[in-house]
């Protein structure tokens, strides 16, 4: 069984800066991707930005510049850093693993979701 941990949600003013992040924990083999998503009132969850093992990542268009995702390969964790947020930014933010466990069986957890209000 694997658990994700996530932290650094909260209420920011627009143009203001927040870290998340989000560490897993329990049978983990490897985390082959670490990602985050988020969901607003009224819409579709969505997929923020993603970090492969080896680096590689890959954001939404609209927070391209904006956000920063990385990884601590040796602790499972994965973070993002947002940096000049705009109200349309608010959402429930989620993260996400796939990877393989202690058996070498596929794996995929999701965190419990933790809250980003932008406003001033």
């Not at 941990?5 to 992040?21: I, W, Y």
Request: aromatic share 8%.
């Amino acid at each position: 069984q694997v658990q994700l941990v996530e932290s650094g949600g909260g209420l920011v003013q627009p143009g203001g800066s927040l870290r998340l992040s989000c560490a897993a924990s329990g049978r983990i083999f490897s985390t082959n991707v670490m990602d985050w998503y988020r969901q607003a009132p009224g819409k579709q969850r969505e997929l923020v930005a993603a970090v492969r093992r080896g680096g590689g990542t890959n954001y939404a268009d609209s927070v391209k510049g904006r956000f920063t995702i990385s990884r601590d390969n040796a602790k499972n964790t994965v973070y993002l850093q947002m940096n000049s947020l705009k109200p349309e930014d608010t959402a429930v933010y989620y993260c996400h693993v796939q990877g393989l466990d202690s058996t070498l069986r596929p794996l995929e957890a999701w965190g419990q979701g933790t809250q980003l209000t932008v406003s001033s």
